[in-house]
């Protein structure tokens, strides 16, 4: 009895065993992130991933216009304003004809920014103390003669600072 036990408890330990040898086996890896603003001083896109992506005027055949690009932002900074300009002149290009180029006008909570080295207040103290989200936009200026057909690329690049607290 004790080698017919034996025989029947090793032949099913061999049957799992062997189970565990064919068994389908799928192993998965996946890299996690996160970025967690500082609560002192943040400006940040509200919708993710948009900012890294290339954004698209759409043109309107109709009215023979582009659109403007809107995205929003949340911003905070709990001592003073907050602080915006453009790091260079923003326009977009067709790199065959350097007289085509279609300029783009920039607002940041409805101030429209330029590329002067100094800097201007987007936020006030009590807005950014507080809190907002505010909207960024980007407009093509309409050319005199009519845009010109072809494919125009270009980069909008924002400088954000935290305003000298006052007083």
Known sequence: MIRQWMALTSAAGLGLMSTWAFAAREELEFHVSVDIPTLQFYVIPSEPDWIHREQVLHWD???S???TLRK?????HD???IEARLESFPYLTNARDSQQHIIL???FNGKELSHEPVPQQVVSAEEAKAGARVLLEIQPVKQFDGYKPGDYYGTVSLMFNAAAPRG
């Open 61 to 63: 055949v109709n009215a």
């Open 72 to 76: 929003h932002f949340d911003v905070r």
């Open 105 to 107: 006008r920039v607002f």
């Open 79 to 81: 001592s003073s304003a």
């Open 65 to 67: 216009a582009l659109s």
